[in-house]
C-alpha cells in the first residue's frame, strides 16, 4: 500500500484535458513540494514536474501541477497518444523514523 | 549531457548481499551539488526510493530499509554505489539510479525532483 494514493487508472481520448489525482497527508503533500514523473512503457521515470507546479526544460506545457492542502493533481491537456504512459506522484514524508521520499502507486493512462 | 548507467549482478542468492554501481559519465561526480539516489521497481508494480547520498557524502535512507542499505561514492571512478544486505525474493526489482539537483535556476534547497535517470538494471533474488 502507497503512502499516496493515486487513482489505477485514468483515460481520455486525443484532444481531451484529463487530470490524475494525488492524496497525501500532513507529513508529505501537505508540508513537502510535489513532484510528478512520467514512465513510457519499458523505460526509465521521467521528471515531469516539481516543486508542485514547474516544468523542467523540455516539457510541453501541456502539462501543468497544482497543490491544494495535502492533495495534488497532474492536469494533461491537448491529450496526445505518445502521453499513454503510467505517472507516479512524490513528495518528501516527514516521517517520526526519518525523512523519506514517498510515491504514489501510479495512474495507467490509456489515450483512447 | 550527463548520463547514468547501472551495474551489476543480476542473479543474486537469498541472505547475500545485492551490490550495485551507478556509473556517472558527461560530468563529475564530485561537481556541482547534486544527490545521488537509488530507487526500485518491482515488476508491475511501483516504485519506491531506497536511498542518496549528497555529493559531501551525507546520506538519507528509507527507513524500511534502512538496517540493510549502503550508499556510498567512488569520486575516482565517477561512481556510486549501492549495498542492500540480507536479501529476499522481495528484493527482486528493477533497480534505477537518478540524479538530483540542489540547485536550479538560482534556487538551491534540493527541491528540483530527481531529472536524470539510469535506464534500470533487473536484479533477481533466487537460490
Known amino acids: 500500500q502507497s503512502v499516496l494514493t493515486q487513482p489505477p487508472s485514468a483515460s481520455g481520448t486525443p484532444g481531451q484535458r484529463v487530470t490524475i489525482s494525488c492524496s497525501g497527508s500532513?507529513?508529505?503533500?501537505?508540508?513537502?513540494?510535489v513532484y510528478w514523473y512520467q514512465q513510457l512503457p519499458g523505460t526509465a521515470p521521467k521528471l515531469l514536474i516539481y516543486?508542485?507546479?514547474q516544468r523542467p526544460s523540455g516539457v510541453p506545457d501541456r502539462f501543468s501541477g497544482s497543490k491544494s492542502g495535502t492533495s495534488a493533481s497532474l492536469a494533461i491537456s491537448g491529450l496526445r497518444s505518445e502521453d499513454e504512459a503510467d505517472y507516479y506522484c512524490a513528495a518528501w514524508d516527514d516521517s517520526l523514523s526519518g525523512p523519506e521520499v514517498v510515491f504514489g502507486g501510479g495512474t495507467k493512462l490509456t489515450v483512447l | 549531457q550527463v548520463q547514468l548507467q547501472e551495474s551489476g549482478p543480476g542473479l543474486v542468492k537469498p541472505s547475500q548481499t545485492l551490490s550495485l554501481t551507478c556509473t556517472v559519465s558527461g560530468g563529475s561526480i564530485s561537481s556541482g551539488s547534486y544527490y545521488w539516489s537509488w530507487i526500485r521497481q518491482p515488476a508491475g508494480k511501483g516504485l519506491e526510493w531506497i536511498g542518496r547520498?549528497?555529493?559531501?557524502?551525507?546520506?538519507n535512507y528509507n527507513p524500511s530499509l534502512k538496517s540493510r542499505v549502503t550508499i556510498s561514492v567512488d569520486t575516482s571512478k565517477n561512481q556510486f554505489s549501492l549495498k542492500l544486505s540480507s536479501v529476499t525474493a522481495a528484493d527482486t526489482a528493477v533497480y534505477y539510479c537518478a540524479r538530483a539537483p540542489y540547485c536550479t535556476n538560482g534556487v538551491c534547497d534540493g527541491s528540483h525532483g530527481m531529472d536524470v535517470w539510469g535506464q534500470g538494471t533487473t536484479v533477481t533474488v533466487s537460490s
Open positions: 500532513s507529513s508529505n503533500i501537505g508540508s513537502n513540494y
Open positions: 547520498i549528497y555529493t559531501s557524502g551525507s546520506t
Open positions: 516543486r508542485n507546479n
